[in-house]
């Protein structure tokens, strides 16, 4: 589940089993269900009873080991995942190739939680010009490429 993206009728089956046995039903004797499963899944913080949904588990599963992609660069899967995919660049800026692993694919479905997580560190890593980071922008980034004479007076001060 934390290599692979599962596929959807497999999250369906798992959270019907989950539902059956939250709700008591045995064989063809149903049980009243107070509440959809899909309310039941949502954070306790919104009151309800805070059930993991298999579909977001299994995604943020696959963010982690992205997120290790982005911080562990002298990790073996790293170095053989740039080599393969993304060469030139790096792992949030990559894209899926039709004859890509169905690993890397899988990583590429949970790009999108990733790409808005950042460990901001001491900052040598951030490209501001570039990177997604701006909210309420249909990319997430700078629009407007700032004038060079403009930048260097910034990284002048």
Same mark, same amino acid.
């Given at each position: 589940? $934390?290599?692979?993206?599962?596929?959807?009728?497999? +999250?369906?089956?798992?959270? /019907?089993?989950?539902?059956?046995? @939250?709700? *008591?039903?045995? *064989? +063809?004797?149903?049980?009243?269900? @107070?509440?959809? @499963? &899909?309310?039941?899944? #949502?954070?306790? /913080? &919104? $009151?309800?009873? $805070?059930?993991?949904?298999? =579909?977001?588990?299994?995604?943020?599963? #696959?963010?982690?080991? *992205?997120?290790? #992609?982005?911080?562990?660069?002298?990790?073996?899967?790293?170095?053989?995942?740039?080599? =393969?995919?993304?060469?030139?660049? +790096?792992?949030?800026?990559?894209?899926?190739?039709?004859? /890509?692993?169905?690993?890397?694919? /899988?990583?590429?479905?949970?790009?999108?939680?990733?790409?808005?997580? @950042?460990?901001? *560190?001491?900052?040598?890593?951030?490209?501001?010009?570039?990177?997604?980071?701006?909210?309420?922008?249909?990319?997430?980034?700078?629009?407007?490429?700032?004038? #060079?004479? &403009?930048? &260097?007076?910034?990284?002048?001060?």
């Amino acid at each position: 589940m $934390g290599v692979f993206l599962l596929p959807m009728k497999l +999250h369906n089956e798992l959270n /019907s089993m989950c539902a059956r046995f @939250w709700w *008591g039903n045995i *064989g +063809h004797d149903h049980k009243i269900h @107070w509440m959809r @499963w &899909e309310k039941l899944t #949502l954070p306790k /913080s &919104e $009151g309800s009873m $805070g059930f993991q949904d298999f =579909r977001s588990f299994n995604l943020v599963m #696959l963010a982690k080991q *992205g997120c290790r #992609l982005s911080q562990e660069p002298d990790s073996l899967l790293f170095k053989c995942f740039k080599a =393969r995919y993304f060469p030139h660049g +790096h792992f949030l800026d990559a894209q899926d190739c039709p004859n /890509s692993s169905y690993t890397w694919k /899988s990583m590429m479905a949970a790009k999108p939680i990733l790409a808005i997580c @950042w460990h901001v *560190g001491n900052g040598a890593s951030i490209r501001a010009l570039h990177d997604p980071w701006i909210p309420n922008r249909p990319s997430w980034k700078i629009i407007h490429q700032p004038d #060079l004479l &403009e930048l &260097e007076d910034y990284t002048s001060a």
